[in-house]
């Protein structure tokens, strides 16, 4: 997938005001358009003026637009970073461009506004979506956060800035990555005195430097001695929830899965916990080490590349 630079499909400066980007979409939608245009490729390019514009005119997807695109240019093989909108706050659920969108506007805003129903333009105000990350702990034990949240708004000269809020927020225990907490009150005000809208905060986990986590199961690896992994033992294994016992069978290899049932993320049944073992060699740095490591091949009648061997 290519990098689409909508700023350059319009020929506006990245610092345009709003005016500015509807009279350059104007200008090229009546040049391109196919009724009008004899050009061959009038009707590929009036669907990437309308794209362009889609983006460009909501200041909420132009300001996530302009932190993910301002370190790639036009062209550019492109995959969205992970989590590439965490923090930005967006209103409503979100329209797609006019006519087919691209594959590059799917994968930036295809599935915005995923999460709660759509606000009434009567009365009730709209929802507001935005993804947060927390930490594995915090969704094992639950927690009291702080979570700081970025909303685009016009300045007087029609130019897109960033408001920011923190709200309080509960995480409950259990919570897993793409679920979506309901702030009641926290969308839109209502018009008429109607009700306020919603703010649904969907889920996402900070990298852990120990812990992978999938759905409700969660896996660790755990580096093992050559005799450690042969013999068995016990040792003192990482759990989420703290240090744990945890017996290791002999003849255990590298990559066999050690299941702990019902120590994964708490729930309804709860996730089970893998730890993943992986068998390190001592380094052989000095003559004693060495002379360990001849004792053991002549111990053993070994050939790991023996394939006829079961």
Known sequence: MKFKDYY????????????????AYRKLAR??????????????????????????????????????????????????????????????????????????????FGRRGAGGPRASARARGRDHHAKVRIDLEDAFRGARRSVSLRLPALDPQGRVTMTERTLEVTIPKGIREG????????????SRDGPPGDLYLEIAFNPHPRFRVEGRDVSVSLPLAPWEAALGTSVTAP???????????????????????????????????FVVLEVVLPPAGTEKAQEAYRAMAA?????????DKE
Not at 185 to 190: E, T, V
């Open 8 to 23: 350059e499909v319009l020929g506006v400066p990245r610092g345009a005001t709003q005016d500015e980007v509807k009279q």
């Open 31 to 108: 040049k391109f358009h196919p009724d009008v245009s004899k050009a061959t490729d009038a009707e590929a390019r009036f669907k990437e003026v309308g794209e362009a514009y889609a983006v460009l005119k909501d200041p909420e997807k132009r300001s996530a637009y302009d932190q993910v695109g301002s370190q790639w240019k036009s062209g550019q093989d492109f995959q969205p970073p992970p989590d590439w909108d965490a923090g930005f706050e967006f209103t409503g659920a979100g329209e797609g461009a006019d006519g087919d969108a691209s594959e590059f506007f799917e994968a930036l």
């Open 179 to 190: 679920q979506h907490l309901r702030l009641a009150g926290q969308g839109d005000p209502g």
């Open 239 to 273: 759990t989420p929830e703290g240090p744990g016992a945890l017996t290791i069978p002999p003849d255990s290899s590298s990559g066999r899965r050690l299941r702990l049932k019902g120590r994964g993320l708490p729930g309804t049944p709860p996730g089970d916990l």
């Open 299 to 307: 111990a053993f009648d070994f050939n790991p590349r023996d394939t």
